[in-house]
Structure formats: structure tokens, C-alpha cells
């Protein structure tokens, strides 16, 4: 029993090109290759810029 049914019944080339494509735009398993650790990342926890916007405006009062 086959898996994959074609009809009308196609020419031998036909089934060749069909299959040739389907095989071409099958997707594959990507297997990723092992890389380095990655390095230490800067953490800008605790700097100014770290704060929203709006916490670190601060209220200005007008003199009159």
C-alpha cells in the first residue's frame, strides 16, 4: 500500500517531477551545531535609564 495516490494514473516522468518537488519542499529537521557560551551580558539594572520615564520625572513647582 502506498502512501501517496496520484490521480489520473501519471507517466513515470510525471511521478519523478511530483515527487522530486515534494521531496524538494518538504521541511527538514534542523539540527544546530553546539555553540560557545555565550558571554556575560551587561545588566543595566540599578542605572538611571533603567526607571521609567515617568518615575523619574520629578514635579517642578512655579514661584510666583
Same mark, same amino acid.
Given at each position: 500500500m502506498s502512501l501517496i495516490q496520484i490521480t489520473p494514473q501519471p507517466t513515470e516522468s510525471e511521478v519523478a517531477a511530483i515527487l522530486a518537488a515534494y521531496e524538494a519542499l518538504w521541511p527538514r529537521p534542523v539540527t544546530a551545531e553546539p555553540s560557545a557560551p555565550a558571554a556575560p551580558r551587561w545588566r543595566f539594572s540599578g542605572r538611571w535609564?533603567? /526607571?521609567p520615564a515617568t518615575t523619574r520625572r520629578q514635579r517642578q /513647582?512655579?514661584?510666583?
Open positions: 535609564w533603567s /526607571t /513647582t512655579l514661584k510666583r
